[in-house]
């Protein structure tokens, strides 16, 4: 069973369609009790990184979710702010973040682009994995998802980084250390190569 | 390659689905989330839903149907009409929307755009500019309350404002050119275009994927938004939800980025 943590933020409705059509079980937890069972763990997110974090605080589910992820192993997949909070700091917020993968998360650096480039990085953009099979199993070439976002993830191992996209420059759109995923695009809002990429995630 | 968005715009009165000409005469053209589930289907880059009523009878969001179209929607959602609040806008995103738009409120309460920004971040914060030619002198000015108010601001002026309180996009939405289906208004996406760096979406006048080509052709990676194009079929107007094929999509973009 999979469980989509609900800590009142992100699109947990949408991730619990797709798994309903795709017959694969899942459930919305929305405490420590409703996580016990869970096999594999989808973490959503929409909006700041600070917000993100306090109120994933106040779900009572963080402890549940380090003993989960850290201890037992269980896959877990991070999607945009869900991803970031996986990280040590973020430059949006002030908060410390969930510390699972050694990684900041920074903004794009406008001075950096080498023409004028507009932020948010919003739309439909390449997605391009450096490993066939597993998450990206079926989207090695021609997968685009949607993005939206100002801050990106930079793990401190190169070898973290699963697939990259370019927006002016290229960085990490999706990252693995062990049982540990994250995303920066949002999945559940990309259609077939979404669907297939949760399905995937499913399969792991 | 970041592409260009084409993007469905849909207007809810009265819990069903209208389309206005010049923010007038509004016409049923069907149920929401049937056309979600249509749209779904045709794997559109975004959706615009626009609660037109709710801030001219001065009514909340309505949170239900909010619901529903996020859960119902496999593609990105933005959601505006009657919001006023910080509160309003944690509540929609809660929701599991990606984009909260504002417009009237962004005009009278700009502090709204900062502090919404604060919280839920820049990239789900939309200020849509309701825009109109006013004056002997055909100058552009916004309105508020879906069209009915003079405000006195120059849509140049007010994006870069907003850009600097926090905003993640903007959308222009050409009051004169709402329903028509003859032309985005170039010249005025050219003023508001050149006075921000955020991503831009257009609104009002497309009446045909031609009109989508020319937009990208004159502006390279920009949101091309129309509401009668994708919804009417015919010079009759006969209610067809619709949109492009996928192959249709990504050879208008090519060939409209070649040409830029």
Known sequence: MIAIVNYGLGNIHAIANIYKRLNIPARIASSAEDLTQAQKIVLPGVGAFDWAMTRLDQSGMRECLDDLVLCKGRPVLGICVGMQMMAKRSDEGRLEGLGWIDADVRRFDEDSFAHKTRLPHMGWNDVVPRKDGGLFRGLESGARFYFLHSYYFAPSQEGDVLAITDYNGSYASCVRSGNIFGVQFHPEKSHQWGIQLLNNFAEL | ?260
Not at chain 2, 97 to 105: L, N, T
């Open chain 2, 1 to 260: 390659m970041l592409r260009p968005r084409i993007i469905p715009c849909l207007l809810v009165k009265n819990g069903g689905l209208v389309k206005t000409v010049r923010f007038g005469s509004p016409k049923y053209v069907g149920d929401p989330i049937n056309a979600v589930r249509i749209f779904n289907e045709k794997e559109v880059d975004e959706l615009i839903v626009l609660d037109i009523d709710a801030t001219a009878q001065n009514r909340a969001p309505n949170y239900s149907l909010i619901r529903n179209l996020a859960a119902e929607c496999r593609m990105p959602l933005c959601y505006g009409g009657g919001v006023k609040t910080v509160e309003q806008i944690q509540s929609i995103v809660s929701l599991g929307v990606e984009k909260v738009a504002i417009s009237s409120a962004a005009i009278h309460d700009p502090k709204l755009v900062s502090d919404a920004a604060e919280r839920v971040g820049s990239q789900s914060i939309v200020v849509v500019m309701d825009v109109k030619k006013s004056g002997v002198d055909g100058r552009y000015e916004l309105r508020s309350h879906n069209g009915s108010r003079a405000t006195g601001l120059g849509p140049a002026e007010f994006a870069s404002e907003i850009e600097r309180l926090g905003a993640g996009e903007v959308v222009i939405n050409a009051i004169d050119r709402d329903g028509v289906m003859k032309g985005y208004d170039l010249d005025l996406v050219a003023q508001v275009r050149d006075a921000i760096s955020l991503p831009l979406t257009v609104l009002g006048g497309a009446g045909s994927l031609k009109d989508v080509a020319g937009l990208i052709r004159a502006f390279g990676i920009i949101g091309a938004a129309a509401g009668s194009l994708f919804v009417f079929k015919g010079v009759y107007r006969a209610v067809l939800i619709r949109y492009t094929s996928s192959e249709e999509k990504d050879a208008l973009i090519a060939a409209a980025l070649e040409a830029a």
